[in-house]
């Protein structure tokens, strides 16, 4: 098996790792000369996943054409890059989504622009619970595999299965990303009652409402409601609101705490991507008519448009109405 792992963040270089655990070849791309080095030379990637050492069937390469002899891509850039890097791509490969996230200005979910992007690439998506340090140090973990091709998903599923790392098939393409793109925005919640020192209480509040609104907003886009409630919906949802090892969790704590949002965005090498989903998805969900409460609070959050005990204050006083 030849795999090339498109990224080379923390996510990117834990399933090279993994996937190279029995011995397959895998060439991981990095965009940042350096990470390139550090793999080669010192089989480390200090920059995005620290204290893991890579196999030795893990190479790095900073060019893209290198991909030509590979037979299944794994797409790991942040989402709002994803365009710009498939379409650098050699054209025609089976491609595998791992990003999470909606694409500004067009609200077209990972799919659909790598669709766009590479019209000949068959593509499926992988999404659920799955922080890339415990990933790499081989604990288990399961994840949806999802493929609108049900034998093309059948083969990646047996490529990419290992003995602690375990696929889920579905074919439900639009129901794992949105699980997927929706909950980062939903542990910025939970950070923010974390920081603001909320209590668990509201923590499992934002968790069962954020769900029903993730819920309301996948079912408007064509995705199905037992997806939404799998590994890349609800098993996603409650890992990423329940850790400081999450990026995002940690984004809205910071914001709970009262920092302002421009001074947590400013200069982070690593990627939240709730923050570039929240306000795209508020839209899209504007536009669908869907009701969003909370994620309407977190973009007034991260806009700086209302002060924190406002923001709370207006979520506590919505009408009561029926679960
Ligand atoms: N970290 C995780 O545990 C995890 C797990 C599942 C999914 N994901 C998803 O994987 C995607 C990548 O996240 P990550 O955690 O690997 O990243 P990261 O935060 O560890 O690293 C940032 C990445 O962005 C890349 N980058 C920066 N500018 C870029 C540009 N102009 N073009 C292309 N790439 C650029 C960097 O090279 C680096 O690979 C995200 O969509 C994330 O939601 C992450
Ligand atoms: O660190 P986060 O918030 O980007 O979450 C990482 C993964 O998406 C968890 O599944």
């Not at 998506?125 to 609108?148: K, M, Q």
């Not at 409402?209 to 037992?226: D, I, K, N, P």
């Not at 850790?243 to 009262?258: A, D, I, P, Y």
Request: charged share 20%; glycine share 10%.
């Amino acid at each position: 098996m030849k795999a090339g792992v498109i990224g080379a963040g923390a996510w990117g270089t834990a399933l090279a790792q993994t996937l190279s655990s029995q011995g397959d070849d895998v060439l991981l791309w990095a965009l940042e000369p350096e990470v390139v080095d550090a793999v080669n030379r010192d089989r480390l990637n200090p920059l995005y996943l620290p204290g893991i050492p890579l196999g030795p069937a893990v190479r790095a390469t900073g060019d893209m054409a290198e991909m030509e002899d590979r037979d299944l891509l794994l797409i790991v850039s942040p989402a709002q890059h994803l365009r710009a890097v498939v379409a650098g791509l050699p054209s025609g490969l089976p491609l595998i989504l791992c990003s999470k996230g909606i694409e500004a200005g067009t609200s077209l979910l990972m799919s659909e622009v790598a669709q766009q992007a590479q019209p000949k690439s068959p593509i499926a998506v992988l999404s659920g619970p799955t922080f890339a340090h415990e990933v790499a140090r081989g604990l288990p973990t399961a994840i949806t595999l999802a493929c609108a091709d049900a034998d093309l998903g059948r083969q990646i599923a047996a490529r990419i299965a290992r003995p602690a790392f375990r696929p889920y098939l579905s074919d439900d393409v639009v129901g794992a990303e949105i699980g997927g793109a929706v909950k980062n925005v939903l542990a910025i919640a939970c950070g923010v009652a974390e920081g603001a020192g909320l209590g668990l209480n509201a923590r499992a509040s934002l968790i069962s409402r954020g769900f029903a609104e993730m819920t309301r907003f996948g079912l408007a886009r064509g995705a199905r409601a037992e997806t939404l409630s799998g590994l890349s919906g609800l098993g996603d949802l409650v890992l990423t609101c329940s850790s400081t090892n999450s990026r995002n969790f940690s984004l809205g704590k910071g914001l709970g705490e009262g920092r302002p949002s421009a001074e947590l965005l400013a200069n982070r090498r690593t990627v939240a991507e709730g923050a570039f989903t929240a306000p795209v998805l508020r839209d899209a969900a504007r536009a669908a008519m869907v009701e969003m409460p909370v994620v309407e609070a977190v973009c007034a959050l991260l806009e700086d448009a209302a002060p924190l005990g406002h923001v709370i204050d207006a979520l506590l006083a919505r009408p009561l109405r029926p679960e």
